[in-house]
């Protein structure tokens, strides 16, 4: 992304601390519209977002049709093209939250290309907050969503193939790839050719100051199936509240719900701490719990205040976020981290 080289270069010229640090420089003015989302493929998740929110559009739709780029991705880790669960099956998580409250979520659904989208709809046209499984899939046949055949990406397959040849049911810490020089979201992936990561997580504030969010996932890979990690709960992998801010998730999600993590997050807000010390003091939390075992997973938050502020930490060195407030300003911030 030409964006990203830019902000590269001024990082390593020492110009870019100004983005690293948020936006702290005035209290008092409001940094509006913005979007922020998880990992690299943020910045073309952003820039989809930014086409709503640039023209005053509303939040909601900014972080549905943000995320949608993801879960359309055949080369990525989030959506229907992503590593499966143990059994071979992807199955898909995902919940959207509005500056209402209103709230919508699926999981354990298979065979939809924009999981995102059914948790809308479920948060719109139905009484309930949460569809699951096969419950899941029929309200979005309903619905008009097409039912895609049950096939694995080529990327997946391999991945699969490989996993299968151990077995070994064991979480893997998600690390980024920072330091590999990229020009268009290329999902990094471990030596063995696993995916390294399977979410994304966007908050956004619109030019009428109203905050939404998403947050999509085909969850952990080869994963027991049935497990659902933090990505489709509300309060865990996601939490808007209008009049604080908003928050969302990636890593462990297991160790995320144990602290409803973005809930935790925007209440820490709403106490005065800034995004990105919410985000540390979720962080924090989680690694003492974990004690030692800490430096076996990986947990990032990210989040936004009213102001405009925006923020993120994670446990260990390799998570990182995209930031986007204008046409020309969408760029990829390293996570701050403990260990
Ligand atoms: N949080 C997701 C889960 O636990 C995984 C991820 O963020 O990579 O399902």
Redesign the pocket.
């Known amino acids: 992304m030409l964006q990203r080289r830019k902000f590269l270069q001024l990082s390593s010229l020492g110009l870019g601390a100004f983005s690293f640090s948020g936006f702290t420089k005035d209290k008092t003015a409001t940094r509006k519209p913005i979007v922020i989302s998880t990992w690299d493929a943020g910045i073309a998740a952003n820039a989809a977002a930014w086409k709503v929110l640039g023209k005053g559009g509303r939040a909601l739709d900014a972080v549905e049709q943000g995320v949608m780029v993801t879960e359309a991705s055949q080369n990525c880790c989030v959506g229907l093209g992503a590593n499966p669960d143990r059994d071979g099956f992807v199955t898909l998580?995902s919940c959207i939250m509005d500056e209402n409250a209103n709230c919508g979520s699926v999981a354990f659904l298979e065979r939809i290309k924009h999981p995102v989208s059914v948790a809308r709809r479920v948060m719109e046209k139905t009484p309930h907050v949460m569809l699951v499984g096969s419950g899941a899939q029929q309200f979005a046949v309903e619905e008009g969503f097409t039912l895609e055949p049950q096939k694995l990406s080529d990327d997946a397959k391999k991945s699969y193939e490989q996993w299968l040849k151990k077995s070994e049911y064991k979480p893997m810490i998600?690390i980024e790839n920072t330091n590999k020089k990229q020009t268009a979201f290329v999902p990094t992936k471990f030596d063995n050719g696993e995916w390294n990561?399977?979410?994304i997580g966007m908050v956004a504030m619109d030019a009428a100051g109203n905050l939404s969010g998403s947050c999509t996932?085909s969850?952990?890979g080869f994963k027991m199936r049935g497990r659902l990690?933090?990505?489709p709960i509300i309060g865990a992998?996601l939490f808007v509240d209008n009049e604080v801010g908003a928050a969302t998730?990636?890593?462990?999600?297991?160790d995320?719900i144990r602290i409803c993590g973005s809930h935790l997050v925007v209440e820490l807000m709403r106490q005065g701490l800034s995004p990105e010390n919410a985000c540390k003091k979720a962080v924090e939390r989680i690694i003492k719990i974990k004690g030692a075992k800490a430096k076996e997973i990986q947990v990032g938050f990210i989040a936004i205040n009213k102001q405009g502020e925006y923020g993120g930490y994670c446990i260990q060195k390799g998570f990182n976020f995209a930031v986007c407030y204008a046409d020309d300003k969408n760029f990829m911030v390293d996570g701050k981290y403990i260990i």
Do not use: F, I
């Open positions: 998580d998600n990561h399977d979410t996932t969850g952990m990690g933090d990505s992998g998730a990636t890593g462990q999600g297991e995320v």
